[in-house]
T-cell receptor
Framework: DAKTTQPNSMESNEEEPVHLPCNHS???????IHWYRQLPSQGPEYVIH???SNVNNRMASLAIAEDRKSSTLILHRATLRDAAVYYC??????????????FGTGTRLKVLA | DAGVIQSPRHEVTEMGQEVTLRCKPI?????LFWYRQTMMRGLELLIY????????DSGMPEDRFSAKMPNASFSTLKIQPSEPRDSAVYFC??????????????FGPGTRLTVL
């Protein structure tokens, strides 16, 4: 079901930038790319989303490839509090015409002090 | 707003018992989702509601699971009878206007269910 591919884990040093990649080669023209993260013992939380152009918000930046088959979530200065599982998600259209997020295994980010 | 509220945060029960999980969505949100998270299967959508009406329950594992949303501010997920394989963390989430491609889901803290 999952239409995205992410590395299982990554490490980063504190206060350095982190680039989390995601491949979504089967993306359709109207699919938005969503990123959520899940901190330990918490529910997932929204990080950022985009369609074609690069996006910035207070948490992160999202760089989307020109062909939209891949994207990269950028944390400009990783902190210990950014240690989490990061999910890159497309909405999946079901046979009944409804939509649902398919959460894959995500990337577990470890931030080293 | 206090965000999505779930209760209880932890539930330990014995096999065969009825379990009821509760959720209060963010005020004004008209979509509500129930997810289950396990190590083996990750995060799975069980069911979602729009304006208190169930829209897609294809993720509900079997008849032992049922969900209701009697009003805009309350939903329950019931398991009867419970089995050890139901042990998981159950999340409730809500969102506003899912018609667009940009719906953002806000998750609650989850209920950790252990069935002995």
């Amino acid at each position: 079901d999952a239409k995205t591919t992410q590395p299982n884990s990554m490490e980063s040093n504190e206060e350095e930038p982190v680039h989390l990649p995601c491949n979504h080669s089967t993306i359709s023209g109207t699919d938005y790319i969503h990123w959520y993260r899940q901190l330990p013992s918490q529910g997932p939380e929204y990080v950022i989303h985009g369609l074609t152009s690069n996006v910035n918000n207070r948490m992160a930046s999202l760089a989307i490839a020109e062909d939209r088959k891949s994207s990269t979530l950028i944390l400009h200065r990783a902190t210990l509090r950014d240690a989490a599982v990061y999910y890159c998600i497309l909405r999946d259209r079901t046979t009944s015409g409804t939509y649902k997020y398919i959460f894959g295994t995500g990337t577990r980010l470890k931030v080293l002090a | 707003d206090a965000g999505v509220i779930q209760s209880p945060r932890h539930e330990v029960t014995e096999m065969g018992q009825e379990v009821t999980l509760r959720c209060k969505p963010i005020s004004g949100h008209d979509y509500l989702f129930w997810y289950r998270q396990t190590m083996m299967r990750g995060l799975e959508l069980l069911i979602y509601f729009n304006n208190n009406v169930p829209i897609d329950d294809s993720g509900m594992p079997e008849d032992r699971f049922s969900a209701k949303m009697p009003n805009a501010s309350f939903s329950t997920l019931k398991i009867q009878p419970s089995e050890p394989r139901d042990s998981a963390v159950y999340f409730c989430a809500s969102s506003l206007d899912r018609g667009r491609s940009t719906d953002t889901q806000y998750f609650g803290p989850g209920t950790r269910l252990t069935v002995l």
